[in-house]
């Protein structure tokens, strides 16, 4: 194998035969132009630094790579063994959104055992865990409506309620704010603030991948003048539009939704998210301050993203386990709402009477 840039150029101009004036030359020349193109450096440089990797860890380094690696199969593997139950036991109307919700942890200790592989594949598999929790986020609101027996009940179960806005991570110090009635609207509102960043997560992320390969977007950039802290920013503002519906939903349902053990499945989905996110930011921060010293050949910022990507294989291991405790298992629904005092009364006024078999209604037989 290739160890640099320039033992692949002297790979291609060997293969020139001296013999062969014009044809070796004109070869040579090929080959000289191909080497030269920013494509192939970084292609070259990816490969070099996998092999040096790889070939440069000792016992202690495999060892640790071998478990992280298993513990990733091992999670998927579990999450497999979950989807099936799920899609047995649970009826189709909740099958789709518990997988998806399910998948989170997976997905993420698998793009995280690539990076750890490929350290430069890095921004590509954290792109694709921020897509996939994009998703998941407007799952989880999703399925507390459907744990409540669809919208149609929830708004019955909470007709004179009121939902509380005053609450993180947009509004927690507003305490002033007036509560909102729970009505059809205000429901709209909330899926849409879930679904705004589902929908526009991954077409900031294409964006992000377009200007990268032109060489305007550069991962970890703090500079006003490139692409990638617009980009961040924005991207974080959607972040928490889209928080603070699921955290409203979640403070109105949490009481209702107890027996379905609603707290340790939004516990468990509030981890993922501070892993995933605030965990990152943190220890990519402390790499852009050199605080985290270089080893070569990985710098400081690669060097974050190797601890990153190990940390988030272990803790999505154990949250892949939690959550197969919590979700594999059957609930029981809830009872249906109660009937409002009008209903109550329509049913008085209309009494039924069973006559020889036959229904009849106001005492009057049915003809």
């Known amino acids: 194998m290739w160890e640099s840039g320039e033992s692949l150029s002297v790979f291609l101009l060997s293969t020139c035969s001296p013999s062969a004036s014009a044809d070796g030359a004109a070869f040579r020349h090929i080959a ?32 640790l790579f071998t478990i992280l690696t298993l513990m990733a199969l091992i999670a998927n593997l579990v999450f497999i063994e979950e989807a099936v139950y799920i899609y047995r036991k649970i009826p189709s109307s ?143 503002v959607l972040t928490i539009t889209a928080l603070w519906p699921v955290a409203i939903m979640f403070q109105q349902v949490r009481t209702l939704l107890t027996c379905k053990n609603i707290i340790p499945k939004f516990a468990l989905y509030q981890f993922i998210l501070i892993l995933n996110h605030l965990q990152t930011a943190i220890i990519n921060i402390l790499a852009m301050q050199r605080i985290i010293p270089c080893a070569p050949p990985l710098s400081s910022s690669a060097r974050g993203a190797y601890m990153t990507q190990q940390l988030l294989i272990m803790e999505m291991f154990l949250i892949t386990l939690m959550s197969r405790v919590v979700y594999r298992r059957r609930y029981d629904d809830l009872e249906p709402p109660e009937c409002t005092a009008e209903e109550a009364g329509d049913n008085k006024q209309t009494s039924k009477i069973i006559l020889n078999g036959a229904v009849s209604e106001d005492e009057l037989p049915r003809v």
């Open 94 to 236: 909740k099958r789709s959104i518990i997988i998806w919700i399910n998948a989170a942890a997976p997905v993420i200790a698998t793009t995280s055992c690539i990076g750890m592989w490929i350290p430069r594949s890095t921004m590509f598999t954290d792109f694709t865990a921020a897509i996939f929790f994009a998703i998941v986020i407007h799952k989880f609101l999703m399925m507390m409506i459907k744990e409540c027996g669809g919208q149609k009940l929830l708004l019955r179960r909470f007709e004179n309620g009121r939902f509380k806005i005053s609450t993180g991570p947009c509004c927690c110090c507003c305490l002033c704010l007036p509560r909102v009635r729970i009505t059809r609207r205000t429901l709209f509102w909330l899926k849409l603030g879930t679904f705004q960043f589902a929908f526009l997560r991954p077409v900031f992320m294409f964006l992000s991948i377009v200007l990268w390969t032109n060489g305007n977007y550069t991962l970890y950039s703090l500079s006003p003048k490139g692409a990638a802290i617009w980009i961040s920013c924005f991207i974080g």
């Open 32 to 63: 000289a132009k191909i080497m030269g193109e920013p494509w192939v450096k970084g292609s070259v440089e990816k490969l070099s630094l996998f092999f040096s990797l790889s070939s440069g860890l000792d016992l202690p380094g495999r060892l």
